[in-house]
Nanobody
């Protein structure tokens, strides 16, 4: 499975961005997907995850209420709508995936597939 994220960039505080991540390669028809992020000098941080059906989502405390994760299974694509961005959201955002039905995880080690990351920079 190959993951490719897009949609990162530079935005002012209070603005919005929408990240997309497309899964390709081996048919990825039933898997959990999500996002992590890593800011300079910090550990990788859980952002959001979504189950295969889309019925189960989970968010990190720092983004809850501002970010929304969704997916389009026909396109094996996951999205991250980021609103009310702050400079503290500046990081490289990584898309993740795993063949799993009905379960997700907020831990880094659980996810075997990682995209190369896309930079999000929020200016004050």
């Amino acid at each position: 499975v190959q993951l490719q994220a897009s949609g990162g960039g530079l935005v002012q505080a209070g603005g919005s961005l929408r990240l997309s991540c497309a899964a390709s390669g081996r048919a990825f028809s039933n898997g959990a997907m999500g996002w992590f992020r890593q800011a300079p000098g910090k550990e990788r941080e859980f952002v959001a995850v979504i189950s295969f059906s889309g019925g189960r989502t989970s968010y990190g405390n720092s983004v809850k209420g501002r970010f929304t994760i969704s997916r389009d299974n026909a396109k094996t694509t996951v999205y991250l709508q980021m609103d009310s961005l702050t400079p503290e959201d500046t990081a490289v955002y990584y898309c993740v995936a795993k063949y799993a039905v009905g379960v997700t995880s907020t831990t880094v080690a659980w996810w075997p597939y990682w995209g190369p990351g896309t930079q999000v920079t929020v200016s004050s």
